[in-house]
């Protein structure tokens, strides 16, 4: 692959409430179910973008992220599967898919959000990582990131094969696309069959008709159990069957179909080649459990980023309350990061100056965990509570974000800070104002900045510890 492979779409938070039935409610004639677990994972374009990185490419997500507990977990578990995650700004709430379940089956969905909002403008690193992909899949879910003016024009600009996933509610596909991979419902509801027809004949008029409206190259029309059938230029489809039974939970088949598809032609396939890896894929993931199964490790562990204790200034829902009120006003955020164990003078000077820099300061920090991995099982000397506490105390703090990954990219992916701090002993104990701090990479996938501060000599928090120990002991 000459680059990374780039899903852009619509994310969703979903969450499998798994539980048992074992009454009715008193008041009203409806199951009552008890939980016994539950779990996250990103849903739509996300969900995709899981898919192909579990396979061991190399993938970019563009999507668009709302400052609020569901866009912080979806920056968690995206990080945990080694997803680089370009954010837009998404106005309103993050849309969620709940799925009630007993016995594996589906008891009731729950979907909250509201209506979809409007994605903010790319940064010109997420048009340029677009025009350098090797392929590009767009997961439509019809919540406008597929929609978006300049988004479009680099997709109809970029050399890549596109993949066009599409959702009824979705805008038409751009002109030149390699494959467009409607199910058979979402084909009938953009080409209605004619009264009458089979199965076999309304899926092929449905992609033809859809190949010739929108200029695409190939429609492969995914008809679940049965594989797809692909229509090109030719008068003669291409049916696909399943290379064997593919009965089980079909949740995130469709992503997982396009995700194949998406990397086959990334390697160089032909798209029929492609169509036949991704039924491959998709069966495979039917029968072999489905999402659950499918999902990679940290993920599946649902990792417990951004926890921590709450209050007035301290974790997720204090941060975004702040981010809705600074970026309402047009405001500028700053942000810095950090351990702050023993929280001295050189800390506070770091964080008075960069308070300067904008209209609110969110300090992300380091939890116990992440404190242990990177200083070793006798720190920190504080706990996280206790850190965070001290730090919101600061006049000069607006907020503290708690993260347990040993970096803060995906605090940042979230957050989307027009300028990230760091003191000017980083790195370099010298103040080398040119060193390149390792945040920058992440700060320009959405337009944002990384500077270095002045810092007083002669403090460190292991210096302080080592004096304390010493002086302990003579």
Not at 21 to 33: E, F, I, Q, T
Not at 46 to 71: C, P, R, S
Not at 272 to 286: D, F, H, I, R, T
């Amino acid at each position: 692959m000459r680059g990374p492979v780039v899903v852009l779409g619509d994310t969703l938070l979903d969450r499998d409430v798994e539980g048992v039935v074992n009454r009715l409610c008193p008041d009203s004639p409806v199951p009552v179910l008890d939980e016994t677990a539950a779990s996250d994972r990103p849903g739509g374009a996300g969900l995709a973008a899981v898919f192909a990185a579990a396979q061991g490419a190399e993938v970019v997500l563009v999507t668009a992220l709302a400052d609020d507990a569901g866009g912080a977990r979806l920056s968690a578990l995206l990080a945990a599967a080694g997803v680089r995650v370009y954010p837009l700004a998404l106005s309103g709430a993050t849309p969620e898919k709940i799925r009630l379940r007993a016995r594996g089956r589906v008891l009731l969905r729950h979907d909250r959000g509201g209506t979809s909002g409007e994605p903010g403008q790319p940064s010109d690193e997420v048009l340029r990582v677009i025009g350098a992909a090797s392929a590009v899949l767009v997961s439509d879910y019809g919540r406008g990131v597929a929609r978006q003016p300049a988004l479009r024009q680099a997709l109809a600009a970029t050399r890549a094969p596109v993949v066009w996933d599409p959702h009824p509610r979705g805008p038409a596909a751009v002109p030149g696309v390699h494959l467009a991979t409607p199910n058979e419902s979402e084909m009938r509801e953009l080409v209605p069959a004619l009264p009458g027809a089979s199965r076999l004949a309304a899926a092929s008029r449905g992609a033809q008709g859809l190949r010739r409206r929108w200029r695409a190259g190939a429609v492969a029309v995914t008809l679940g159990g049965d594989g797809a059938l692909l229509c090109h230029a030719g008068s003669t489809p291409l049916v696909v069957p399943t290379p064997g039974s593919a009965e089980g939970d079909t949740c995130g088949a469709g992503d997982r179909f396009a995700a194949a598809a998406s990397l086959a032609l990334a390697e160089g396939a032909l798209v029929s080649e492609a169509v036949q890896a991704a039924v491959a894929e998709a069966s495979a993931y039917v029968a072999g459990g489905g999402v659950a199964a499918a999902l990679p490790p940290p993920v599946r562990q649902t990792p417990t980023s951004f926890a921590g204790p709450g209050g007035d200034r301290v974790g997720v829902a204090a941060v975004a309350t702040l981010l809705g009120e600074v970026r309402a006003a047009g405001g500028t955020v700053v942000a810095t990061g950090g351990c702050f164990d023993l929280l001295h003078a050189g800390h506070v000077a770091t964080l008075q100056a960069a308070r300067q820099l904008g209209d609110c300061l969110i300090v992300c920090v380091n939890s116990d965990a992440s404190v242990a991995g990177l200083k070793g099982p006798d720190r920190p000397v504080m706990s996280e509570g206790d850190r965070s506490r001290l730090l919101a105390a600061l006049s000069c703090v607006d907020a503290v974000l708690i993260f347990d990954e040993p970096t803060p990219d995906a605090a940042l992916s979230w957050v989307r800070p027009d300028i990230w701090v760091k003191g000017g002993d980083y790195a370099t104990g010298g103040g080398d104002a040119a060193v390149t701090l390792p945040e920058a990479e992440v700060l320009r996938r959405w337009g944002g900045n990384t500077v270095v501060v002045p810092y007083l000599d002669g403090r460190s928090t292991t210096d302080l510890i080592v004096r304390s120990i010493g002086e302990r002991t003579r």
